[in-house]
């Protein structure tokens, strides 16, 4: 018995406010469906951020639903949490993976945590913020003690374990029960694969690149998806790396020497099928007037974006972003400067509170501030059952 485990796929997100890099999302999310039947898998496990947020947009929705409709004729089922993104977190409020329900999706929540394939134990979790940590430790435990009662099962999770993420985290890894057959992580957008309890722990990685921190990692290991054979006494567990449809290329110049490293730019991405995201930093510069001409000359009809960093003497750093196609507006800026801080969850409050204060929707926003501090900043607390 195999199955196929994708996380973060994060339909709908539009990176750097550019129409061309959420086809890019979609594009990789139809490469990765059509894999996965020509892998004759018996089921699929989403663990979280199927959508970049809570309120898909039409052309997100219909990506996954024709996703899910060529599954489902395959006879595939699939399985799926929701994520931080997928979640407004406030009482009573249900992800958009609980439209597709009638599609086949079984939709694993707090009040609804498992479901058996054949003889598998599938159990899981939606994404729960710190202040729940709580009721999150008490919920795994009860699924503990079912997956107990079953030779295989699988826990499905979109959580930050201390491990593996460095400053924020949900859980602690002597928090995670250690007798389940294989972790189904989501959340992490970098891929890990590792042995936990009597099976493995693994995090697919996000399957295109959301953050430019992620191009480590992707030059690394790859962007794509997981095939997890259950039939031997410890899963196997197989990354498949999806080709992404365009090229993020990273380059360090001097500005003394700019112009050849722009030829030499220019012949590496000539023939590229799509324009690529060129992030480009020039030291050593004396005139940024002069250097932003000759990049922006010579490479604004061959890039889709170029993110220039020029580094002066004795100055601080001068951050440009150059869109050839698409006017960024001040949502997207803010977006892109927020990238540095590495938190989803302050992205989406200071673009959300912008978009209400630039309405003078004041009582709104204020709702937001306040809802957005007690969910992240509150004192534990733990959530009561009939609150789920």
Same mark, same amino acid.
């Given at each position: 018995?195999?199955?196929?485990?994708?996380?973060?796929?994060?339909? @709908?997100?539009?990176?750097?406010?550019?129409?061309?890099?959420?086809?890019?999302?979609? #594009?990789?999310?139809? !490469?990765?469906?059509?894999?996965?039947?020509? #892998?004759?898998?018996?089921?699929?496990?989403?663990?979280?951020?199927?959508?970049?947020? =809570?309120? +898909?947009?039409?052309?997100?929705?219909?990506?996954?639903?024709?996703?899910?409709?060529? %599954?489902? *004729?395959?006879?595939?089922?699939?399985?799926?949490?929701?994520?931080?993104?997928?979640?407004?977190?406030?009482?009573?409020?249900?992800? +958009?993976?609980?439209?597709? !329900?009638?599609? @086949?999706?079984?939709?694993?929540?707090?009040?609804?945590?498992?479901?058996?394939?054949?003889?598998?134990?599938?159990?899981?979790? +939606?994404?729960?913020?710190?202040?729940?940590?709580?009721? /999150?430790?008490?919920?795994?435990?009860?699924?503990?003690?079912? =997956?107990?009662?079953?030779?295989? $099962?699988?826990?499905?999770?979109?959580? @930050?374990?201390?491990?593996?993420?460095?400053?924020?985290?949900? /859980?602690?890894?002597?928090?995670?029960?250690?007798?389940?057959?294989?972790?189904?992580?989501?959340?992490?957008?970098?891929?890990?694969?590792?042995?936990?309890?009597?099976?493995?722990?693994?995090?697919?990685? $996000?399957?295109?690149?959301?953050?430019? *921190?992620?191009?480590?990692?992707?030059?690394? *290991?790859?962007?794509?998806?997981?095939?997890?054979? %259950?039939? @031997? !006494?410890?899963?196997?567990?197989?990354?498949?790396?999806? &080709? /992404?449809?365009?090229?993020?290329?990273?380059?360090?110049?001097?500005?003394?020497?700019? =112009?050849?490293?722009?030829?030499?730019?220019?012949?590496?991405?000539?023939?590229?099928?799509?324009?690529?995201?060129?992030?480009? &930093?020039?030291?050593?510069?004396?005139?940024?007037?002069?250097?932003?001409?000759?990049?922006?000359?010579?490479? #604004?009809? /061959?890039?889709?974006?170029?993110?220039?960093?020029?580094?002066?003497?004795?100055?601080?750093?001068?951050?440009?972003?150059?869109?050839?196609?698409?006017?960024?507006?001040?949502?997207?800026?803010?977006?892109?400067?927020?990238?540095?801080?590495?938190?989803?969850?302050?992205? !989406?409050?200071?673009?959300? %509170?912008?978009?209400?204060? $630039?309405?003078?929707?004041?009582?709104? =926003?204020?709702?937001?501030?306040?809802?957005?501090?007690?969910?992240?900043?509150?004192? #534990?607390?733990?959530?009561?059952?009939?609150?789920?």
């Amino acid at each position: 018995m195999k199955f196929a485990h994708l996380a973060d796929t994060h339909l @709908g997100y539009r990176q750097f406010g550019l129409f061309e890099r959420e086809k890019d999302f979609y #594009e990789v999310f139809d !490469k990765i469906i059509d894999r996965i039947i020509e #892998e004759k898998v018996d089921f699929v496990i989403h663990s979280g951020d199927l959508f970049d947020n =809570a309120r +898909p947009s039409p052309l997100a929705l219909f990506t996954f639903q024709k996703g899910l409709i060529k %599954l489902k *004729n395959a006879n595939i089922p699939v399985y799926a949490i929701a994520g931080n993104h997928d979640s407004v977190l406030r009482k009573g409020s249900i992800p +958009p993976q609980v439209l597709f !329900k009638k599609f @086949g999706l079984k939709v694993i929540s707090p009040i609804n945590t498992n479901y058996m394939y054949k003889d598998v134990f599938i159990g899981g979790l +939606p994404f729960y913020p710190s202040s729940q940590y709580k009721n /999150l430790k008490n919920k795994l435990s009860d699924l503990s003690k079912k =997956a107990a009662n079953h030779e295989k $099962s699988i826990l499905v999770l979109h959580q @930050g374990i201390d491990k593996y993420f460095n400053l924020q985290y949900e /859980l602690e890894i002597g928090d995670v029960p250690d007798n389940f057959t294989y972790y189904a992580m989501g959340h992490l957008h970098n891929y890990i694969h590792d042995d936990f309890g009597e099976g493995k722990l693994v995090y697919p990685g $996000s399957s295109e690149i959301w953050k430019t *921190n992620e191009l480590e990692d992707y030059r690394k *290991n790859g962007k794509g998806f997981i095939i997890v054979d %259950l039939d @031997g !006494k410890k899963p196997v567990v197989n990354r498949i790396a999806i &080709t /992404l449809p365009r090229e993020f290329i990273q380059r360090t110049l001097d500005y003394e020497d700019l =112009a050849r490293g722009v030829e030499e730019i220019k012949e590496t991405i000539r023939n590229f099928d799509k324009k690529p995201i060129l992030d480009l &930093t020039v030291n050593n510069v004396t005139s940024t007037t002069n250097a932003y001409e000759i990049i922006n000359e010579e490479l #604004e009809d /061959l890039a889709l974006m170029i993110r220039p960093k020029f580094i002066t003497p004795g100055e601080d750093d001068i951050d440009l972003i150059i869109d050839q196609e698409n006017a960024l507006g001040p949502i997207e800026v803010l977006s892109s400067r927020l990238e540095s801080y590495d938190d989803e969850d302050i992205t !989406k409050f200071a673009t959300e %509170l912008y978009g209400l204060l $630039s309405k003078d929707r004041n009582d709104e =926003a204020r709702e937001l501030i306040d809802e957005f501090y007690n969910e992240k900043y509150a004192v #534990e607390e733990e959530v009561e059952e009939d609150e789920q």
